[in-house]
């Protein structure tokens, strides 16, 4: 089953508003049904400093959602949408997923950066969402930010029936290493022989790209670096595999943890 896929890369501020507004006129022309992924924070803001998080108005920022939920609706789209998100007085950082037919679904990040640590609180755990295309029905896992750093949970997503990864990060730091973390979300791709879908904050110090990347490893999109722009591909989710998941020694990884734990061999 095919899939259009829409990755929207832009400047992110701390002014609700203002995020709404770029959000808005960059969707003018999605197409419905189309799978559409805005970056962490989109909405809300963020930064690697988390003291405007003081500033933000809960009320304003479910109005803004609200807006987006109508966008979804109106444009018949599947949008992801990445925020800082307060929930009876504790914040978390959140993707939410706005359906066509007006359903919402949030995942809440659940390893956190060390500058969201005392800040933010970590989400309860790792669920895959599934969404209903014209073609048929679609599963997929969402991970933010550093959450790349972490094979193991998107593993635990694609075991879990995954066919695809919406991946959203605010990745602008000048210290990382140069194509680190492209190869990171090349890594999660082939590793588990499933499409990556990466949206990233247009800054010119930006250290993932937004991208799309196939099963086996291919950068099929990308967007330049600090530019505004969507980038868009279709993906055909056939190609989605378990063909070396289906490999895995897990006996041995049993056999090793159940040393590690008693200490011997049973």
Same mark, same amino acid.
């Given at each position: 089953?095919?899939?259009?896929?829409?990755?929207?890369?832009?400047?992110?501020?701390?002014?609700?508003?203002?995020?709404?507004?770029?959000?808005?006129?960059?969707?003018?022309?999605?197409? %419905? $049904?189309?799978?559409?992924?805005? !970056?962490?924070?989109?909405?809300?803001?963020?930064?690697?400093?988390?003291? @405007?998080?003081?500033?933000?108005? %809960?009320?304003?920022?479910?109005?803004?959602?609200?807006?987006?939920?109508?966008?979804?609706?109106?444009?018949?789209?599947?949008?992801?949408?990445?925020?800082?998100?307060?929930?009876?007085?504790?914040?978390?950082?959140?993707?939410?997923?706005?359906? @066509?037919?007006?359903?919402?679904?949030?995942?809440?990040?659940?390893?956190? #950066?060390?500058?969201?640590?005392?800040?933010?609180?970590?989400? @309860?755990?790792?669920?895959?969402?599934?969404?209903?295309?014209?073609?048929? !029905?679609?599963?997929?896992?969402?991970?933010?930010?550093?959450?790349?750093?972490?094979?193991?949970?998107?593993?635990?997503?694609? $075991?879990?029936?995954?066919?695809?990864?919406?991946?959203?990060?605010?990745? #602008?730091? !000048?210290?990382? @290493?140069?194509?680190?973390? /492209?190869?990171?979300?090349?890594?999660?791709?082939?590793?588990?022989?499933?499409?990556?879908?990466? #949206?990233?904050?247009?800054? #010119?110090?930006?250290?993932? %790209?937004?991208?799309?990347?196939?099963?086996?490893?291919?950068?099929?999109?990308?967007? !330049?670096?600090?530019?505004?722009?969507?980038?868009?591909?279709?993906?055909?989710?056939?190609?989605?595999?378990?063909?070396?998941?289906?490999? /895995?020694?897990? $006996?041995?990884?049993?056999?090793?943890?159940?040393?590690?734990?008693?200490?011997?061999?049973?």
């Amino acid at each position: 089953m095919k899939a259009s896929v829409a990755i929207a890369q832009f400047p992110i501020t701390w002014d609700i508003q203002k995020n709404l507004e770029a959000v808005t006129s960059l969707l003018a022309d999605v197409q %419905p $049904d189309e799978i559409v992924v805005l !970056p962490e924070g989109a909405l809300s803001g963020y930064g690697a400093d988390l003291s @405007p998080l003081e500033e933000l108005q %809960p009320a304003t920022l479910a109005h803004a959602m609200d807006r987006l939920a109508e966008l979804a609706q109106r444009r018949a789209i599947h949008l992801f949408c990445g925020t800082l998100l307060c929930e009876h007085g504790v914040w978390s950082n959140a993707a939410l997923y706005f359906s @066509p037919g007006g359903t919402r679904w949030t995942y809440r990040k659940i390893n956190l #950066a060390m500058n969201e640590r005392g800040r933010l609180d970590a989400g @309860p755990g790792l669920s895959t969402l599934r969404i209903q295309l014209a073609g048929g !029905p679609v599963t997929l896992g969402v991970q933010i930010c550093r959450e790349i750093r972490f094979p193991e949970q998107w593993q635990h997503l694609a $075991d879990r029936g995954a066919q695809a990864f919406i991946y959203l990060t605010h990745a #602008a730091n !000048p210290s990382e @290493p140069a194509g680190v973390w /492209r190869s990171h979300l090349i890594s999660r791709a082939a590793e588990n022989q499933r499409f990556v879908l990466a #949206a990233n904050v247009a800054d #010119a110090r930006q250290h993932c %790209p937004s991208t799309v990347i196939s099963p086996r490893g291919e950068v099929l999109v990308e967007a !330049p670096t600090g530019q505004t722009t969507i980038i868009r591909t279709t993906i055909d989710l056939e190609r989605s595999a378990n063909w070396y998941l289906g490999q /895995r020694r897990q $006996d041995l990884l049993k056999l090793s943890y159940d040393i590690g734990v008693s200490g011997h061999a049973n």
